[in-house]
C-alpha cells in the first residue's frame, strides 16, 4: 500500500510557484521521499529525491518538514508543459519497490 | 546518454495469445522494474531483476513473467492474454549506486487485447 497522501487535484496559474504536499506520517527513519510526475500516457518522470535535507535541482525543490512526517515539491515557475499527475513516493533505497499511489493532478492554468 | 528504450510502443493482440515485451535499460543500470497501469487500478509494481535474477514480485497471477539477460535488458511474458490485461506496461530502470537509487522510465508500450 502506499504510504503517502496526497490532494487529488491542483490548480496553478502559469508562472507561479506551484506547491505540491504529501503527507507521510508513518515514515521509516531510512525511508527516503520521491517525486515523480507523469504527462499523459507518457512515462513517469523522475524529479527529485531527498531524505531529510531540502534538495533542490534544475526541476524542482523539495522540503521535507523536521520531523519528516510530510513534504512539499515546489516547482518555482510553473508553466503549461508541467500540467501533469505528480506521485510522492517514500522507500527505502535497497529492497523495496516504488509503490505509487492515485498522486495529485495539477493543472496550470493560462 | 539514452533513456530507457522498449519494445514494440504498440501491440494489438487477441484473447488467448501470448505477448513479449523488451526493455534495454540505461547504460550501466543493473535493476529492471515492470508496471502495468490501467485507468482502473493505477501503476501497479510487476516485478524486479537485478544481476538476472528476480528480486521482487508483485500481485500478479503466473501468466506474468520476466526475465533479465547478461546485458541487463530484459522482457516480459504475459500468457493466456485476457481482455483486462490491456494496458499500459512500463518498464523502469536504476543504478544503485551512492544515492542513485531514483529509477527512469521507458515510454512504455501500450498493449491491446481484443
Known amino acids: 500500500d502506499a504510504k503517502t497522501t496526497q490532494p487529488p487535484s491542483m490548480d496553478c496559474a502559469e508562472g507561479r510557484a506551484a506547491n505540491l504536499p504529501c503527507n507521510h506520517s508513518t515514515i521509516s527513519g531510512n525511508e527516503y521521499v520521491y517525486w515523480y510526475r507523469q504527462i499523459h500516457s507518457q512515462g513517469p518522470q523522475y524529479i527529485i529525491h531527498g531524505l531529510k535535507n531540502n534538495e533542490t535541482n534544475e526541476m524542482a525543490s523539495l522540503i521535507i518538514t523536521e520531523d519528516r512526517k510530510s513534504s512539499t515539491l515546489i516547482l518555482p515557475h510553473a508553466t503549461l508543459r508541467d500540467t501533469a499527475v505528480y506521485y510522492c513516493i517514500v522507500k527505502r533505497n535497497y529492497g523495496q519497490n516504488f509503490v505509487f499511489g492515485p498522486g495529485t493532478r495539477l493543472s496550470v492554468l493560462p | 546518454k539514452a533513456g530507457v528504450t522498449q519494445t514494440p510502443r504498440y501491440l494489438i493482440k487477441t484473447r488467448g495469445q501470448q505477448v513479449t515485451l523488451s526493455c534495454s535499460p540505461i547504460?550501466?543500470?543493473?535493476?529492471v522494474s515492470w508496471y502495468q497501469q490501467t485507468p482502473g487500478q493505477g501503476l501497479q509494481f510487476l516485478f524486479e531483476y537485478f544481476s538476472e535474477t528476480q528480486r521482487n514480485k508483485g500481485n500478479f497471477p503466473g501468466r506474468f513473467s520476466g526475465r533479465q539477460f547478461s546485458n541487463s535488458r530484459s522482457e516480459m511474458n504475459v500468457s493466456t492474454l485476457e481482455l483486462g490485461d490491456s494496458a499500459l506496461y512500463l518498464c523502469?530502470?536504476?543504478?544503485?549506486?551512492?544515492?542513485?537509487?531514483?529509477?527512469?522510465f521507458g515510454p512504455g508500450t501500450r498493449l491491446t487485447v481484443t
Open positions: 547504460s550501466g543500470h543493473r535493476s
Open positions: 523502469a530502470s536504476r543504478r544503485e549506486e551512492g544515492r542513485g537509487h531514483e529509477q527512469y
